[in-house]
Every structure is written in structure tokens, then in C-alpha cells.
């Protein structure tokens, strides 16, 4: 395969494919956030992982990445995942289990989930989205949406809520292959429906509830959006109207993203996303993770010091361990491969003080720089060919070991070589060698939203500069100008500060 294409799975074709970007040089990838009624296994970190992979090896290719990743916090059913919309609000659900009394109310309860899922995030080294949208800020875009297709005759209004026509969207089942109508009807009869609904397989796009724990007024009265019509609007709202990736777990193939694209085309008429990526399930020790069987394990289960009643695992060792298996490979997680991974970690350590160290050596040959090149292209190669983790991994820690074995032959140019080595392989894998609590103790500032798009923005505009489109680069400037930021440029790159108000 050539050396410069990212290629992936696409699910909508069924099979792997260079992304082939709609601009030049600009990924637009959105990939489906986690409903905070819990906290979050680590099945989802899996899948929010492939995200953070995707994005670095974007990155490592040069290109600009504008990655939105979302929070749902409303509208997401007991029983959604036969696209019938009933069942019972997840996050009222919560909110009334042993677990939910000792919030006041369900947003109290959905701040505290996000909040620990941000922490999960910042431990297991996870790149920060341009944006993080809540659907409970989205309500109004939501609404428009859902009117708009209304106005077009694609969706219709029952008693209950707003229903998506899906006889007026031939391609429904494009993605899932789920096109067997008899099959579905089945599966949703078993299920509480409403008794107006054109077609079984219709999908709600509002329900009206004037008893739900969280209500918004609309033109057909008090209720709530139906799960999938979030992330239509979201990705329309910050990416635009088509993008180049949709990623999510396997679990929303059917029907959350096959929903989005039904909602998503009916409103553009244009392809919503070129490529869909999905990440399997996770088993633990060949096991379903289940909570009854013991096996249900989350981040903080597993990297909290056993005082708190967590098992002490090291953030690196789990993140490694979670990603030593290809995305879109069956996984088991299992306590040896946590043990593995930890030596690893523990390796890429050690060959980044060897490298420290010998920076200070005397001068001489660079006796690895070659070899170190050469896997430094195989690393890359590998996360360019459908995100191969485990040949990326494997040839990030034959570096190590190289470096390892320098010995004598440890001189400053050696050095210099090994570092660019650890570092690439730090970037594109996520694994940091210094300890990131002690060297980061500002990074729970980093989730402030305004600060990563001004970052983000920053990047942008560095790239732009490079390239030479300075249009571009004033154009960024004037953006960021709006936002209230004033960028000073130095010698040493680009600074920026909140304009203080006169
Ligand atoms: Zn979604």
C-alpha cells in the first residue's frame, strides 16, 4: 500500500478503503460520545480510542483534524436500540437507581458522569475534541431539524411525538445491511409502540412527554428529542454538512447510525459521511463483560489505588492493553495482557532515560538512526494500514530495545535519533514516558472548551503559515480576534491571551 493514505474499514461498503478527504489536508471526523447515566466501561474507552488513533494518525500525516466528539445527556431510551424509541430515559432511569439517589436532579447527575468521564479521558492520555457539544445544548438546532423534515413531509406527528417516514428514504439499511423490514417489524412489535405510527420501523425524532424529567417546549408541546437526531445536528453544526468520518462502537451501527444518515441525507440531499468506523466489542478473559458476572470493569475500577478501591493498574498499562488488539478485531481483555502491556510501558520508559542520558555523551556516529527510521516508517505504516496497532506497537518497542542495547555506542547523535524515535512513537500512541500527573497538574484546564479551540485554531493557523496560505492564516486570526483572543507571534511560535475588557 502507498506510504501517505490512511486506510480504514468502511462499514458502509464493507471494506478497507483510503479515506479520501473531501478538502485537501482537513479530516472532519465526528465520532459518538457516551450517554452519562454511568460511568463508562471500558468496552466504550475501546471505541473512543480508535478515535483518538484516528486523530493521531491524521496528524502524523500532517493533516488538520477538526474532531468533535459528543456528550449525550437526554433522550437516549431503555429499549433504543430497536429504533422504536421506547422504554425509559437513561438518564432518569439513573437518576432513580441506588446509585442516582444522591443527586438532586438529573442534570446534577448527568454533570457529575461527564465530569468523570473527562477525568477518564485525561488519564488514559486521550486526545481533546475541537469540540465537545451536549445534546442538551443542541435542543434548539434539534427542533429545527425535526421541523424541517416535518415541512418536507419525511416526518409525520402522532399523539406520542414526531416519527421519521422511513418509506421516504429509500436507502434506509444502506449501512447496516438491515433492510429486512418483516425481521424488524418483528422486533419492535415485541416491544410498546405507538399504535399511529405509519410504519413499525419509523423512529422517533420527538417525543412528547410532559411528565419527563427533562422537557423542552416545541412546536408539538412539551417533550424531548429522540436519541439519534443529536448527532445529525451536532456534526451539521460543527462540521458541516458532510464529513469525512463517522465513528462509534459496533453497537450503534444499527440503529443509532443508520438513523443519522436517514435524518442526515433527508436534510442536506448530500452524502452525510464518506467513511463509517466501528469498533468492536470487548470481552473480558473470553467473557461478555457483564455486572453479574464480576467481569464489568471501568477505568477507574481498574487504574484507582486500591485505597479507593480501584486495582492500582498504571493509565499507560491499561491504554496500551486497550489498544494491543486491532479496532476492528474480536478483543479479549485479559489480566496478562494488562501484565504485558505494563512491561512494555516500563521498556519505552527506560529507552527515553537511556535516550535522556546520553544526549549529554560525546559526540560520535549515530549507530541507530537508520534502523530507527526504518521502524519509525513501520510504526507508521502499520497505523496507516487500518490502524494495525499490534504491528505499530511491536515496532515502537523493537526501537525501545535497540535503544536499550546501545551501551557503549550511547553518544549524543544516538541519542538525538533514539528521542525522535520514542517521541513519534509517543505521539502516535498516546503513550507519554514522563508521569503525567507530575508533569500536568494544569490539566484539568485543558477541558475548557474555549482554550482547545483556541489551540486547535493556533495549529491550524501554524499549518496554514507553513503552506503559505496566509489568507487562511489572517482568516484564523480574524476568528480568533472575534472570539476575544489576541495571538502575539514570537520567535519561539505563537502565544496567545484573552483580550481584558477597557
Ligand atoms: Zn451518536
Same mark, same amino acid.
Given at each position: 500500500?502507498s506510504?501517505?493514505?490512511?486506510?480504514?474499514?468502511?462499514t458502509?461498503?464493507?471494506?478497507?478503503e483510503?479515506v479520501r478527504?473531501?478538502?485537501?489536508?482537513?479530516l472532519?471526523?465526528y465520532?459518538c460520545?457516551p450517554t452519562?447515566y454511568?460511568?463508562a466501561h471500558?468496552g466504550n474507552?475501546?471505541s =473512543?480510542?480508535?478515535?483518538?488513533?484516528?486523530?493521531?494518525? /491524521?496528524?502524523a500525516?500532517? &493533516? @488538520?483534524?477538526?474532531?468533535?466528539t459528543?456528550?449525550?445527556?437526554?433522550?437516549?431510551l431503555?429499549?433504543d436500540?430497536?429504533?422504536d424509541?421506547?422504554?425509559?430515559?437513561?438518564?432518569a432511569?439513573a437518576l432513580?437507581s441506588?446509585e442516582?439517589?444522591? =443527586? /438532586?436532579?438529573?442534570?446534577? !447527575?448527568?454533570r457529575y458522569y461527564?465530569?468523570? !468521564?473527562l477525568?477518564?479521558w485525561?488519564?488514559? %492520555?486521550?486526545?481533546e475534541p475541537?469540540?465537545?457539544p451536549?445534546?442538551t445544548?443542541?435542543?434548539?438546532q434539534q427542533?429545527?431539524?425535526v421541523e424541517?423534515?416535518?415541512?418536507?413531509?419525511i416526518a409525520?406527528e402522532t399523539?406520542?411525538?414526531?416519527y421519521f417516514?422511513?418509506?421516504r428514504?429509500?436507502d434506509?439499511?444502506?449501512?447496516?445491511?438491515?433492510?429486512d423490514? @418483516?425481521?424488524?417489524e418483528q422486533a419492535?412489535r415485541?416491544?410498546?409502540?405507538d399504535e399511529e405510527k405509519? %410504519?413499525a420501523r419509523? =423512529?422517533?425524532? &420527538?417525543?412528547?412527554?410532559?411528565?419527563?424529567?427533562m422537557q &423542552?417546549?416545541?412546536?408539538w408541546g412539551w417533550g424531548?428529542? +429522540?436519541w439519534h437526531?443529536?448527532? *445529525?445536528?451536532?456534526?451539521?453544526? #460543527?462540521?458541516?454538512e458532510q464529513?469525512?468520518?463517522h465513528?462509534?462502537?459496533?453497537?450503534?451501527?444499527?440503529?443509532?447510525h443508520?438513523?443519522?444518515?436517514?435524518?442526515?441525507?433527508?436534510?442536506? $440531499?448530500k452524502t452525510?459521511?464518506?467513511h463509517?468506523?466501528h469498533?468492536?466489542f470487548l470481552?473480558?478473559?473470553?467473557?461478555?463483560? *457483564?455486572?453479574s458476572?464480576?467481569?464489568?470493569?471501568t477505568?477507574?475500577?481498574?487504574?484507582?489505588?486500591?485505597?479507593?478501591?480501584?486495582r492500582?493498574?498504571d493509565?499507560m498499562?491499561l491504554?496500551?492493553?486497550?489498544?494491543?488488539g486491532q #479496532?476492528?478485531?474480536?478483543?479479549n481483555?485479559?489480566?496478562?495482557?494488562?501484565k504485558?502491556?505494563?512491561?512494555?510501558?516500563e $521498556?519505552?520508559r527506560s529507552a527515553f532515560?537511556t535516550a535522556r542520558g546520553g544526549?549529554?555523551a560525546a559526540d560520535?556516529p549515530?549507530?541507530?538512526?537508520d534502523r530507527?527510521?526504518? !521502524?519509525?516508517?513501520?510504526m507508521l505504516?502499520?497505523m496507516?494500514d487500518?490502524? %494495525?496497532t499490534?504491528?505499530?506497537?511491536a515496532a515502537?518497542? @523493537?526501537?525501545?530495545?535497540?535503544?536499550?542495547?546501545l551501551?557503549?555506542?550511547?553518544n549524543?547523535?544516538?541519542a $538525538?535519533?533514539?528521542l525522535d524515535?520514542?517521541q513519534?512513537? *509517543? *505521539?502516535?500512541l498516546?503513550?507519554?514516558y514522563?508521569?503525567?500527573?507530575?508533569?500536568d497538574?494544569s490539566a484539568?484546564?485543558s477541558?475548557d472548551?474555549l482554550e482547545?479551540?483556541v489551540e486547535e485554531l493556533?495549529r491550524?493557523r501554524?499549518?496554514?503559515?507553513?503552506?503559505?496560505?496566509f489568507?487562511?492564516a489572517?482568516?484564523?486570526?480574524?476568528e480568533?480576534d472575534?472570539?476575544?483572543?489576541?495571538?502575539m507571534?514570537?520567535? +519561539?511560535?505563537s502565544? &496567545?491571551r484573552?483580550?481584558?475588557?477597557?
Amino acid at each position: 500500500m502507498s506510504n501517505d493514505k490512511l486506510s480504514l474499514f468502511n462499514t458502509l461498503t464493507g471494506s478497507v478503503e483510503p479515506v479520501r478527504t473531501i478538502e485537501d489536508g482537513k479530516l472532519r471526523f465526528y465520532s459518538c460520545g457516551p450517554t452519562v447515566y454511568s460511568y463508562a466501561h471500558i468496552g466504550n474507552f475501546r471505541s =473512543f480510542l480508535t478515535a483518538d488513533l484516528i486523530v493521531r494518525t /491524521a496528524r502524523a500525516l500532517g &493533516w @488538520e483534524v477538526d474532531y468533535v466528539t459528543n456528550v449525550t445527556d437526554v433522550g437516549h431510551l431503555t429499549d433504543d436500540d430497536l429504533a422504536d424509541a421506547s422504554g425509559e430515559d437513561r438518564m432518569a432511569k439513573a437518576l432513580k437507581s441506588d446509585e442516582g439517589r444522591r =443527586f /438532586a436532579n438529573v442534570y446534577d !447527575l448527568a454533570r457529575y458522569y461527564t465530569e468523570v !468521564l473527562l477525568d477518564d479521558w485525561h488519564s488514559l %492520555n486521550l486526545i481533546e475534541p475541537t469540540v465537545r457539544p451536549r445534546a442538551t445544548e443542541h435542543i434548539r438546532q434539534q427542533i429545527e431539524a425535526v421541523e424541517h423534515l416535518v415541512e418536507q413531509g419525511i416526518a409525520y406527528e402522532t399523539e406520542k411525538g414526531v416519527y421519521f417516514d422511513i418509506s421516504r428514504f429509500p436507502d434506509y439499511g444502506k449501512l447496516s445491511g438491515n433492510r429486512d423490514a @418483516e425481521n424488524l417489524e418483528q422486533a419492535v412489535r415485541d416491544v410498546v409502540q405507538d399504535e399511529e405510527k405509519r %410504519n413499525a420501523r419509523d =423512529f422517533a425524532l &420527538w417525543k412528547k412527554d410532559p411528565g419527563h424529567l427533562m422537557q &423542552w417546549y416545541s412546536p408539538w408541546g412539551w417533550g424531548f428529542p +429522540g436519541w439519534h437526531i443529536e448527532c *445529525s445536528v451536532m456534526s451539521m453544526e #460543527y462540521l458541516g454538512e458532510q464529513i469525512d468520518i463517522h465513528a462509534g462502537g459496533e453497537d450503534l451501527i444499527f440503529p443509532h447510525h443508520e438513523c443519522e444518515i436517514a435524518q442526515s441525507e433527508s436534510i442536506s $440531499r448530500k452524502t452525510f459521511a464518506n467513511h463509517w468506523v466501528h469498533t468492536r466489542f470487548l470481552q473480558v478473559e473470553g467473557e461478555k463483560m *457483564s455486572k453479574s458476572k464480576g467481569n464489568f470493569f471501568t477505568v477507574r475500577d481498574l487504574i484507582a489505588t486500591p485505597d479507593e478501591g480501584g486495582r492500582g493498574v498504571d493509565p499507560m498499562a491499561l491504554r496500551l492493553a486497550l489498544i494491543s488488539g486491532q #479496532y476492528r478485531k474480536p478483543y479479549n481483555f485479559t489480566f496478562e495482557t494488562l501484565k504485558a502491556s505494563m512491561k512494555h510501558v516500563e $521498556r519505552l520508559r527506560s529507552a527515553f532515560e537511556t535516550a535522556r542520558g546520553g544526549l549529554d555523551a560525546a559526540d560520535g556516529p549515530d549507530r541507530v538512526g537508520d534502523r530507527l527510521a526504518d !521502524l519509525r516508517s513501520s510504526m507508521l505504516a502499520a497505523m496507516l494500514d487500518d490502524l %494495525n496497532t499490534p504491528s505499530a506497537i511491536a515496532a515502537a518497542i @523493537e526501537g525501545a530495545k535497540l535503544i536499550q542495547g546501545l551501551g557503549e555506542n550511547l553518544n549524543a547523535s544516538s541519542a $538525538r535519533s533514539a528521542l525522535d524515535f520514542l517521541q513519534s512513537a *509517543s *505521539s502516535l500512541l498516546g503513550i507519554p514516558y514522563h508521569d503525567q500527573e507530575a508533569e500536568d497538574p494544569s490539566a484539568s484546564a485543558s477541558h475548557d472548551p474555549l482554550e482547545t479551540r483556541v489551540e486547535e485554531l493556533l495549529r491550524q493557523r501554524a499549518t496554514a503559515r507553513e503552506s503559505k496560505d496566509f489568507e487562511r492564516a489572517d482568516q484564523i486570526r480574524e476568528e480568533l480576534d472575534e472570539m476575544g483572543i489576541e495571538v502575539m507571534d514570537g520567535p +519561539g511560535g505563537s502565544s &496567545w491571551r484573552r483580550k481584558t475588557e477597557i
